[in-house]
């Protein structure tokens, strides 16, 4: 028997004298999936080649080695996909469009723009999620979009958000895996606004247009995601939390919560319960954020342990959508991945190694004393037994293992990219 397999059969009776049954869990974490951002790979650059980034967000940092085309970021892909365990889905901007060297506007694009993505997640078995670029664009460069002043704009951006629900329906379609589009402007004034209203109203009303046409629900579903400020919008954000939370409450659309937008102190772990009293479903985006909304890796935090376990708790696989927000180009772009997605899976492993329904006794029998004995007990149970045997089973590697591959992958392809 090999170590891993011993240690796991001394974790397995370990965690079985507290009642949870390790070959559960791992059934469990199976299913949950989680939703890979292609913008860690190239520091959210895409491929248009003529806008840098803006709308207040920032990938900070040069390590050799960008992906500077499709194929490039499809390969760097393939090697963190093939690294990390778990049923992983692949979460696409509107600037990831492959246009064939044409310069096709956002508003025009369609999904043949997308058939290479839409071919390689079918051959990976994987589902595909998709975002409008609301940024990085001359018709952005004063940081309003949909709730622009000038109709002109707003029209096109607009026509980019049913262009977008066409090509994520048409994915969804294709690999008979429904799609989550999200919706994020970084719409926003830097100073101390005259009129709050106006702006949050055309918004609405862009929002209202661009969701009138009709989009099959089984093929595509949308979410709209809030924030609290930006670089460049540190006084007002059109779209704010309460914005938005009357907006999918009112409309049925997903309420998306990213961990890095509301105020530093704010803990998005906490909203799960309350958010899904009023909608259906919910997309995350999970990020770090260090002082601000920075976008930092994700490390294995109380904070992301908190999500999973809301996540888990609660019985919300099924309406939490989990997707991963974060761009560090100050490190490997490939390990940044694998560090942050295997740190998400490691913190659903350890909520579905809970006993749940022993600490939900506990409570509400008011046996306070013994919830919080077990929770602390928790965190020095053999999870990393369990862990490297999973990881293990779903044939990536164990421990550090996979940066020798990551390294190798530097040296031999990245390297040589200039
Ligand atoms: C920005 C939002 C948004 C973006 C991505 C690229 O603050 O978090 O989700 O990070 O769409
Ligand atoms: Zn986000």
């Not at 509107?94 to 051959?123: C, M, V």
């Not at 089984?218 to 939390?241: M, P, Q, T, W």
């Amino acid at each position: 028997m090999s170590t891993i397999t011993q240690a796991y059969q001394q974790a397995k009776e370990c965690y079985a004298s507290i009642g949870v049954d390790t070959d559960k869990a791992m059934e469990k974490l199976k299913h949950i999936a989680v939703s890979l951002h292609c913008w860690q790979g190239d520091d959210v650059s895409g491929f248009e080649n003529d806008s840098a980034l803006s709308g207040g967000i920032q990938a900070t940092g040069n390590y050799p080695g960008k992906a500077r085309n499709a194929d490039e970021l499809r390969a760097d892909l393939d090697k963190a996909v093939s690294l990390i365990p778990g049923p992983l889905r692949l979460n696409l901007h509107s600037i990831y469009a492959e246009t064939g060297g044409r310069k096709i506007e956002r508003n025009e694009l369609q999904p043949e723009h997308f058939s290479a993505w839409i071919d390689w997640a079918k051959q990976k078995h994987m589902g595909l999620d998709f975002n409008p670029s609301f940024f990085s664009h001359p018709k952005a460069s004063d940081g309003f979009t949909l709730s622009h002043i000038d109709q002109g704009i707003r029209n096109y951006w607009i026509e980019h958000g049913i262009a977008s629900r066409k090509i994520a329906e048409a994915m969804g379609r294709a690999l008979d895996n429904t799609c989550i589009t999200n919706f994020w402007v970084p719409d926003g004034y830097k100073d101390i606004p005259a009129d709050r209203l106006a702006p949050r109203m055309r918004l609405k009303d862009s929002l209202d247009k661009i969701f009138a046409v009709d989009i099959d629900q089984s093929c595509n579903r949308d979410a709209v995601e809030c924030k609290l400020f930006g670089i460049g919008s540190e006084s007002y954000v059109v779209g704010s939390h309460e914005f938005y939370m009357g907006y999918a409450m009112a409309n049925k659309k997903l309420l998306c919560l990213d961990a890095g937008h509301f105020h530093p102190t704010e803990v998005i772990s906490d909203k799960i319960s309350s958010a899904l009293i009023w909608v259906d479903e919910i997309l995350l985006h999970v990020s770090r954020g260090v002082r601000w909304d920075s976008d930092h890796v994700v490390t294995l935090s109380d904070e992301l342990r908190a999500i999973a376990e809301e996540i888990v708790r609660g019985d919300f696989v099924d309406r939490v959508h989990i997707g991963l927000d974060f761009f560090d180009a100050s490190i490997n772009r490939i390990a940044a991945w694998v560090i942050g997605t295997r740190n998400m899976y490691k913190a659903l492993l350890m909520a579905v190694l809970e006993p749940s329904g022993k600490l939900r006794e506990f409570e509400n029998a008011g046996d306070f004393t013994s919830r919080l004995v077990f929770l602390e007990e928790l965190k020095s149970m053999p999870f990393a037994a369990v862990w490297d045997y999973f990881c293990e089973q779903q044939g990536v590697p164990v421990g550090t293992k996979w940066l020798d591959e990551v390294k190798a992958y530097e040296k031999s392809v990245l390297a040589v990219r200039k």
